[in-house]
Structure formats: C-alpha cells, structure tokens
C-alpha cells in the first residue's frame, strides 16, 4: 500500500518497538491512513498517510507519505518552524501535533525519537 521504504521501516519500527498494529478506520474514505494507539490508554500516537504534497504548503501536486505524532503541548508550531523536515500538523491539533514527510529526508533514528516521545505523550 505504502510506496515508500521509509513509511514500511517505521511501520516495522513501531510494530515491533510498541506493539502496535495499524488500524484502518476509514477504509473507504482514505485508504492510506493508518492509526497507531498506545497499548495502555489506547490513545493515538501516531497516524500513517498519504496526502498530496500541497496540504502542507508544498508547491508542487505530488502525492507524499507523512506521519503525524503528538508534540508537546503548545510547541508543535514552533519546533515546526525551527525544523526544515517538520511541518505543522496536517488535519490534526497543531498546537499539539507535528508533521513529518516520510521521503528519507529525516533519517530514521531522528523519527523513532519523535515516535517515542509522542508515545510518552499519549500516556499523559
């Protein structure tokens, strides 16, 4: 489903780290969005999808893998604007989530930490 082998490690990433296993809520509406829920609380942590590059102000009409983790409280935005690889949350809170295209333009290791932190977050 997900075209880029940067979207399948993080999807490995999180099943094997957390246990997590994607949910597809809106198989008819939007195939390509995948949900990840802590284990505990089973909040969200993350979502998987594919958008088209302009939703994140991005001038050209590509369709682009992201995955959308939770961030601080009212710190999104600015770790956003301080981050070129990082962008406001699309079609979530973002004041409290971040954006990350998954092109190989963040390097994994950089990821799993934001993966985790969203994790942590969710079990606030």
């Given at each position: 489903?997900?075209?880029n ?32 829920r ?87």
């Amino acid at each position: 489903m997900y075209k880029n082998k940067q979207t399948t490690r993080i999807i490995g990433y999180i099943k094997t780290e957390y246990g997590a296993e994607p949910e597809f809520l809106w198989p008819d509406r939007f195939p390509t969005y995948s949900i990840y829920r802590h284990n505990e609380n089973r909040k969200w942590f993350a979502l998987i999808g594919s958008i088209p590059s302009m939703s994140l102000g991005i001038d050209d009409e590509k369709e682009i893998e992201i995955i959308n983790l939770k961030f601080d409280k009212n710190q999104a935005l600015d770790f956003a604007e301080s981050n070129e690889h990082v962008f406001p949350a699309y079609h979530m809170n973002k004041n409290n989530w971040i954006t990350i295209i998954l092109d190989d333009s963040l390097e994994d290791e950089a990821i799993y930490e934001l993966i985790k932190k969203s994790y942590l977050l969710s079990d606030e």
